[in-house]
């Protein structure tokens, strides 16, 4: 799924395509080596031999968030895209995706790309901003960093099943990222994921 594009910032030379996990990604994972080998980082090792190949054909570099330090500038990325936004709980909302965004690598083109922006955040027109209020535990605010530890304090005891099985309560929040459905075993797999790291 391609999650948006934009001139290289550093660079009239190139551009750069960010590349997301979008509907029918968890049919195809599962049923990949990667998901049942038992080897750390599956879905990081999954985009790469993934996205590696497509980065031949068309004569890109691909980059990974996973990668580093240094780290590519994803965020910064993502944001000049036209097609992510700061939400008021200062996580990245997408157009499309809402707050379930799952950039998996960037490829760098050899050649410019238009930027096809997709307008206003979709924050701008939401009145109840149901996601401020639903972190059980204000975990995260545009107000302060992501605090981490009480997340994840949250979701390690029985109050925070819900978060764990059906995903966090935020991100959940916004009729956008509903939209955006994925399997709940997915979501799992993730909030697995994130507790162990």
């Not at 980059?63 to 993502?78: E, R, T």
């Not at 050649?111 to 996601?131: H, I, L, N």
Request: net charge positive.
């Amino acid at each position: 799924m391609i999650m948006g594009h934009l001139p290289h910032p550093d660079d009239t030379e190139h551009g750069i395509l960010l590349i997301g996990a979008g509907h029918g990604f968890w049919e195809v994972f599962t049923a990949s080596p990667e998901y049942t080998d038992g080897l750390p980082d599956p879905v990081d090792r999954w985009s790469k031999k993934t996205l590696d190949p497509l980065a031949q054909t068309v004569r890109a570099q691909c980059v990974y968030p996973s990668d580093g330090p240094p780290y590519a500038h994803f965020i910064a990325w993502a944001r000049s895209s036209g097609r992510f936004w700061q939400s008021p709980t200062g996580m990245l909302v997408h157009d499309t995706a809402g707050m379930r965004v799952s950039i998996r690598g960037a490829l760098i083109l050899q050649k410019q790309v238009s930027q096809q922006s997709a307008g206003r955040s979709p924050c701008d027109t939401c009145e109840t901003r149901p996601c401020i209020a639903a972190c059980p535990v204000d975990a995260l605010s545009d107000q302060h960093f992501y605090n981490v530890p009480a997340c994840k304090a949250h979701i390690t005891g029985l109050e925070g099943a819900a978060c764990m099985s059906d995903g966090c309560a935020t991100r959940l929040a916004l009729p956008i990222s509903r939209s955006f459905n994925r399997p709940k075993a997915q979501t799992a797999f993730h909030m697995r994921a994130f507790r162990k790291s």
